[in-house]
């Protein structure tokens, strides 16, 4: 347990459903990231969110839409998927300091996407 | 950006040995984390170690920011070790993956 959940843990969507991934931290962190696990390729990440504000999108198709309300809620909106978007998608959190990052990131157990 | 490469890609050890696993980037790193992912997917931290030495148990690790590498030890390996290893650091930006080393541990 790292203090970072995420649900659910497995979802299968049709290329035309529209769903939302969901993720919560407890640890008190102030930033808040999606990354993309593909097979055989390393983890991507796709978005950063410090202090609520989206601070980085890594060319990531408009299909995919974050959303932040609060600094331990972060969500991912999904539509019209492709199946190549079919991987693991995990959350993580770290404490940034006004400078800058290089802290710790925890990351959440994932959810494995797979679309049909 | 930052270019992480991580050696061997793939390892198998029988239970009880020792093993070590590489790390090189290529740019000033500001964090260099190492986790294991289970079959579940999920990442554990392992180490937080921007440079200097930690031991945790049977694991540790070393980096050497200034010859930018970093080095994973698991002593007395066991079936639980299996998994794969990634190493991930931080420049300026944000944190990059290796390609991980796959560990399978025979009994």
């Known amino acids: 347990e790292t203090g970072v959940t995420q649900t659910p843990r497995h979802l299968v969507m049709g290329m035309t459903n529209k769903k939302s991934l969901k993720c919560e931290q407890h640890?008190?962190?102030?930033?808040m990231y999606w990354y993309k696990q593909s097979a055989k390729k390393p983890l991507e990440l796709m978005f950063v969110?410090?202090?609520?504000?989206?601070?980085e999108n890594n060319s990531v198709p408009s299909r995919f839409s974050p959303e932040c309300p609060n600094s331990s809620h972060l969500f991912l909106h999904l539509h019209t998927l492709q199946p190549e978007d079919s991987a693991l998608y995990l959350c993580a959190s770290s404490q940034e300091s006004i400078t800058g990052r290089g802290y710790e990131q925890y990351f959440g157990p994932g959810t494995r996407l797979t679309v049909t | 950006g930052i270019q992480v490469e991580q050696s061997p890609p793939d390892l198998i050890l029988q239970e009880g040995a020792n093993s070590t696993l590489r790390c090189n980037f290529s740019d000033s790193v500001n964090n260099l984390q190492w986790f294991h992912q289970n079959p579940w997917g999920q990442l554990i931290n392992l180490f937080y170690i921007p440079s200097g030495t930690k031991q945790n148990g049977r694991l540790s690790a070393t980096t050497v920011a200034t010859e930018r590498y970093s080095l994973l030890y698991i002593s007395s390996s066991q079936t639980t070790d299996s998994g794969v290893y990634f190493c991930?650091?931080?420049?300026?930006?944000?944190?990059?993956f290796g390609k991980g080393t796959m560990l399978l541990v025979s009994p």
């Open positions: 640890l008190g962190h102030n930033a």
């Open positions: 991930a650091v931080e420049g300026y930006s944000t944190l990059t």
């Open positions: 969110y410090s202090l609520e504000e989206r601070v």
